[in-house]
């Protein structure tokens, strides 16, 4: 059974960042695709990012983070991260990690597993 475990979230400025961490406890982390997902008050949760498993070769992202974002991972760590730079208010939400064993089910919003969840509030 695979749990993750993210962290990092907080309180931060506009324009500031935040870097995500999402730990991963399954075996063999770098079988997975990974993703961050986001939920703002009253609304759906939405994709973030995401990468490919093994070496992350493929990532996409959200439009309304591409060129602040940024995802890596560490398979020797089993850990994947989320740089969020130039973060504005709209970003606020509470951030999900994700995995699956296709790059599909993250890019496509169904991942086999979820996060717990971490809140991160940007004020203007």
């Known amino acids: 059974q695979v749990q993750l475990l993210e962290s990092g979230g907080g309180q931060v400025q506009a324009g500031g960042s935040l870097r995500l961490s999402c730990a991963h406890s399954?075996?063999?982390?770098?079988?997975?695709?990974m993703g961050w997902f986001r939920q703002a008050p009253a609304k759906e949760r939405e994709f973030v990012a995401g990468?490919?498993?093994?070496?992350?070769?493929?990532?996409e992202y959200a439009d309304s983070v591409k060129d602040r974002f940024t995802i890596s991972r560490d398979n020797a760590k089993s850990t994947v991260f989320l740089q969020m730079n130039s973060l504005k208010p709209e970003d606020t939400a509470v951030y999900y990690c994700?995995?699956?064993?296709?790059?599909?089910?993250?890019?496509?919003?169904?991942?086999?597993?979820w996060g717990q969840g971490t809140q991160v509030t940007v004020s203007s």
């Open positions: 994700a995995a699956d064993f296709t790059t599909a089910g993250i890019f496509k919003g169904s991942p086999a597993y």
């Open positions: 990468m490919s498993r093994s070496g992350g070769s493929v990532t």
């Open positions: 399954g075996p063999t982390f770098s079988l997975y695709a």
